[in-house]
């Protein structure tokens, strides 16, 4: 069966300090990966989505940057912090063949920027 | 105006109560995905439907493709079902983007 993992769980980062989150995806090959972003009070967002090793689409332009090295891997990252850059980040994977586009969400990881 | 939205924004109910979250979308899609978001901010995905109705033991989703509106029903409501459901569409001719509503927190009370 597949399984999606993210980490860390949550992170308390000061304004400015780079970040590194990865997402690790299980028992699938070449799937679509998502990283989307949930602020306090808002919808899901989506932030980048890759479908396969160094391909990678941005939907929204900001402080974060998103790679793919490994075919089940997908690092968000940024040089620098910013306080608006706090919130809920998750991961995701899809299927990429037939019809169903299903998407299956990693457990999250809580980011608070002080 | 948001392209999807849920109603009610919270949902209080008892315990065995009969629970309906509402979703209703403006442009065309070729999937209506619901989704449950547990307090500790996992996010499990319920139902994916494009026509008709599916069911899945006390939860039932139904879609209005001409009305652009779906709903997800719970019945016999218990205190574990309290959780954020949120809605998402994929826009037709998407392959991969969904557009989420801001979700609807339930609570049930014993």
């Known amino acids: 069966s597949q399984t999606i993992h993210q980490w860390p769980a949550t992170l308390v980062q000061p304004v400015g300090s780079p970040l590194s989150l990865e997402c690790t995806v299980e028992g699938t090959s070449n799937p679509n990966l998502y990283w989307y972003r949930q602020a306090a009070g808002r919808g899901l967002q989506l932030l980048f989505y890759?479908?396969?090793?160094?391909?990678i689409s941005s939907e929204v332009p900001q402080n974060l940057s998103a790679s793919r090295p490994q075919d089940r891997q997908f690092i968000l990252s940024s040089k620098k912090l910013l306080l608006s850059d706090s919130g809920f980040y998750l991961c995701?994977?899809?299927?990429?063949?037939?019809?169903?586009?299903?998407?299956?969400f990693g457990p999250g990881t809580r980011l608070t920027v002080l | 105006k948001n392209e999807v939205e849920q109603s009610p924004q919270n949902l209080t109910a008892q315990e065995g109560e009969f629970i309906t979250i509402n979703c209703s979308y403006s442009v065309g899609i070729s999937a209506l995905h619901w989704l449950q978001q547990h307090p500790g901010g996992g996010i499990v995905s319920l139902f994916m439907?494009?026509?008709g109705k599916k069911k899945h033991g006390r939860l039932i989703a139904t879609i209005n493709i001409q009305e652009k509106h779906s709903s997800l029903h719970i019945t016999a409501s218990h205190p574990r079902d309290s959780a954020v459901y949120i809605c998402?569409?994929?826009?037709?001719?998407?392959?991969?983007?969904?557009?989420f509503g801001k979700g609807t927190l339930l609570t049930v009370n014993p």
């Open positions: 890759s479908v396969g090793i160094g391909q």
């Open positions: 995701a994977w899809s299927i990429t063949s037939g019809r169903a586009r299903e998407q299956f």
């Open positions: 998402a569409v994929r826009r037709r001719g998407s392959n991969y983007k969904l557009t």
């Open positions: 439907l494009s026509s």
